[in-house]
């Protein structure tokens, strides 16, 4: 079983750009990791996940050109760069994970406590 905890949220201005982090207990490179998020009264969304292999899939089109995942599995860590941040980004956002050596497709398992993004002038 994997611990997640999320790090790096806050209060950003449009345009402006912020740097999440997702720190797993241990063996990252046994887990495929996604990032959620959830907005007030909103149901939660997948917004994309990175494989063991390294490759992203995108659960949403909102993100895709601002948004970026990446694993450094040597520090057990992945990291969500978001760029060019909009009002409707704001949201708690939540990284998880599959059971191990499971893909992007699996159900997820593992959650984080969330971090919140707020984006607003």
């Not at 996604?34 to 494989?51: D, N, T, V, Y």
């Not at 659960?59 to 970026?68: A, C, L, M």
Request: aromatic share 12%; charged share 20%; proline share 3%.
């Amino acid at each position: 079983q994997v611990q997640l905890v999320e790090s790096g949220g806050g209060l950003v201005q449009p345009g402006g750009s912020l740097r999440l982090s997702c720190a797993a207990s241990g063996y990252l490179n046994r887990y495929a990791i996604g990032w959620f998020r959830q907005a007030p009264g909103k149901e939660r969304e997948g917004i994309l996940c990175i494989s063991r292999s390294d490759v992203t899939t995108y659960y949403v089109d909102s993100v895709k050109g601002r948004f970026t995942i990446s694993r450094h599995n040597a520090i057990n860590t992945v990291y969500l760069q978001m760029d060019s941040l909009k009002p409707e980004d704001t949201a708690v956002y939540y990284c998880a994970a599959p059971r191990q050596f499971r893909d992007c497709s699996a159900s997820y398992d593992y959650w984080g406590q969330g971090t919140q993004v707020t984006v607003s002038s």
